[in-house]
Each structure stands twice: as C-alpha cells, then as structure tokens.
C-alpha cells in the first residue's frame, strides 16, 4: 500500500515570497490533514479536510495560509507572504473514517531566511 | 495554553529495561488517545491507541496505561530496545472529530 507523498521534501525561500506544498493521500482516505511542526514542539493542525470539504480550520493563519482540496484526493497548501516564523516542517496526514488513527508522509522542511 | 504535555524532553534507557514515558492532559473533554514515533526526517508512524472506556492497552511489546482521574497516560515498552530510539509523541482529543493535540514529544534513546 502506498503511503502519504508529500513534494517537495525541503524548500529555502527569503521572506515575503509564496511558497506551496502538495501531499497525495493514500488511496480511498476521506480525511485529510494538514500540520505544523516547529523544532521542538509537537506538530500543530492547521486544516482538515474531509473528502473536499474543510472541516476545521480554525488554526490556519487565514491572511498568510490557503489550502485547497480539489476533487477530495490531492491537497495543495500555500503560503503567501511567508515570515521567518513559517519555518517548520509541514506534515500531511490522511485516516480512514471512522478511525482517528493517521498515516504522515514524511513532511516538507520550509526554511524562510 | 497547552492541552497536552510531555514534561521530559528526553529519556535514556538501557536496552532489555522497562521504557516509561508520560503524558498529561487537561481537557476533560478529551476521550481518545494515541502514541506516535517518528524517526528523523520521517513523518510520525501510529503506535497505539486507547479509548477513556479502558485504561489499558496492549500490543506486544507496548503498553498504554491511561488514569483518567490524574488525566494522565503513559507509554511502557518492554524490553526496550535500541530500534526503540526515537521521538514519542502522544496525542489527544474527542472522537468523532478526528482533530488530536499533540505533546511536544519526548526524545527516547535506548543504549545497546
């Protein structure tokens, strides 16, 4: 069984420049994650979405942060200006409904310099 | 405010000994908890569950306790051992809706 792919794996950006990740669930997963890890702390739900519906999004900085879910398999997520606190590893994750447990994929490490 | 801790930042243990790692949590709203490790540059892989209907689970090596009265819950692994070494976070939150807080995870390292 595939597992969560996630591109790119490692992005460099200065500030203020738009920077976008993409994560392909594995297949039949309706529920998809998307979260932030800063070194050092847990990772951190920015949206959830189930099949192209958002579910929670009530963490995403909304000004800076988009994330779309077109057609309920593929996510895109974009950050637009990003700041030097953006760095961190973004990490999606998808679940099979019912159950709460999720499977990652291996992250995308942004450096904002 | 952070729902979900995990005080120890790191923990060293020797290999064949008891590995324990904690966790506590204070929303009494929280009713599901999972274990995830998670290598260097990996994403987290799931460990184990349990639901507030038990306070314990077990799968193989791996044990969840979970005190819903301390709202505590710890993770025992015997014999640890040195594939053990990896970074334990646990994670909380209500079924149903699938969102789970994280801890900020505790760093094990089991030494041969």
């Known amino acids: 069984e595939a597992g969560v792919a996630q591109s790119p794996r490692y992005k460099i950006i200065e500030k203020r420049q738009s920077v976008a990740f993409w994560c392909n669930p594995i297949?039949?997963?309706?529920?998809l994650y998307w979260y932030q890890q800063i070194l050092g702390q847990g990772p951190k739900l920015l949206i959830q979405?189930?099949?192209?519906?958002?579910?929670?999004d009530s963490q995403l900085p909304k000004d800076r942060f988009s994330a779309e879910r077109l057609k309920g398999v593929d996510s895109t997520l974009k950050i637009q200006p990003a700041k030097l606190e953006d760095s961190a590893v973004y990490l999606c994750?998808?679940?099979?409904?019912?159950?709460?447990?999720?499977?990652f994929g291996q992250g995308t490490r942004l450096t904002v310099v | 405010d952070q729902q979900v801790k995990q005080n120890s930042p790191s923990l060293s243990v020797q290999e064949g000994r008891i590995s324990i790692l904690n966790c506590d949590y204070t929303?009494?709203?929280?009713?599901?908890f999972l274990w995830y490790k998670k290598y260097p540059a990996e994403g987290p892989t799931f460990l184990i569950s349990?639901?507030?209907?038990?306070d314990k689970n077990e799968d193989g090596r791996f044990t969840v306790f979970l005190n819903k009265s301390a709202k505590h819950l710890s993770l025992h692994i015997v014999p640890s051992q040195p594939g053990d070494s990896a970074v334990y976070f646990c994670?909380?939150?209500?079924?149903?809706?699938?969102?789970?807080?994280f801890g900020t995870g505790t760093r094990l390292k089991v030494l041969a």
């Open positions: 994750a998808s679940s099979l409904d019912p159950t709460p447990r999720a499977f």
């Open positions: 297949s039949g997963h309706a529920t």
């Open positions: 979405f189930q099949n192209n519906g958002v579910v929670d």
């Open positions: 929303n009494s709203m929280f009713d599901y």
């Open positions: 349990i639901s507030s209907i038990k």
């Open positions: 994670a909380a939150g209500e079924s149903g809706t699938y969102k789970y807080i």
